[in-house]
């Protein structure tokens, strides 16, 4: 079945760096867009990025342009989220999820469990 | 504030049918397929709904849902305990060129 379990989580001050991995598993990984999406406390959730199947496109929130970086090795199935300058706003869960589309439509087909990243001092 | 509206709160008794509302724009649900999210607590998203009205393998026909215009729907009949989550829509936005979310919909069964 499929699996996406991410990593990386922790308590880091703020203008530090974390770098958050997702692992996947049970499906063509290399085959599938992969988004970040985030949920801060007592927040709905947002989304935060995605890159294209192969790498070669990326788009982000505005939120995060400029400090996150969205990344993927398919020869181990893993993405990854640099993320860096965090502030306290960047407090949340972060999901990753695969994507699926239908008529040039998307949406989020799996979701990993979520690590939480905590930016305080 | 999420670019999508939702009621904070639903609620119903077992058995009971319950409807989630989800407003938007042109630039979203005007333009783009509304998606569905059931979030139990303490556990990942899980899709419930695709392509406005499409059910994902393995969720109950008892869940459905609609979009007309600028505005989507979902919809709960014969409500059961195990359907106490909250519920997100979503859908893409062309202002911001990226998927948005409502803040979610806490449905409560009493």
């Known amino acids: 079945q499929v699996q996406l379990v991410e990593s990386g989580g922790g308590v880091v001050q703020p203008g530090r760096s974390l770098r958050l991995s997702c692992a996947a598993s049970g499906f063509t990984f290399s085959s599938h867009a992969m988004h970040w999406v985030r949920q801060g406390p007592g927040k709905g959730l947002e989304w935060v990025a995605v890159i294209s199947y192969n790498g070669n496109s990326k788009y982000y929130a505005d939120s995060v342009k400029g400090r996150f970086t969205i990344s993927r090795d398919n020869s181990k199935n893993t993405l990854y989220l640099q993320m860096n300058n965090l502030t306290p706003d960047d407090t949340s869960v972060y999901y990753c999820?695969?994507?699926?589309?239908?008529?040039?439509?998307?949406?989020?087909?799996?979701w990993g469990q979520g690590t939480l990243v905590t930016v305080s001092s | 504030q999420s670019v999508l509206t939702q009621p904070p709160s639903a609620s119903g008794t077992p058995g009971q049918r319950v409807t989630i509302s989800c407003s938007g724009s042109?630039?979203?649900?005007?333009?783009?397929?509304v998606n569905w999210y059931q979030k139990l607590p303490g556990t990942a998203p899980k899709l419930l709904m695709y392509s406005n009205n499409q059910r994902p393998s393995g969720v109950p026909d008892r869940f459905s849902a609609s979009k007309s215009g600028t505005s989507a729907s979902l919809a709960i009949s014969g409500l059961q305990s195990e359907d106490e989550a909250d519920y997100y829509c979503a859908a893409w936005d062309d202002s911001l060129n990226g998927p948005v979310f409502g803040g979610g919909t806490k449905l409560t069964v009493l």
């Open positions: 999820a695969s994507e699926g589309i239908v008529g040039g439509h998307i949406y989020f087909d799996y």
């Open positions: 042109s630039s979203n649900i005007g333009s783009h397929t």
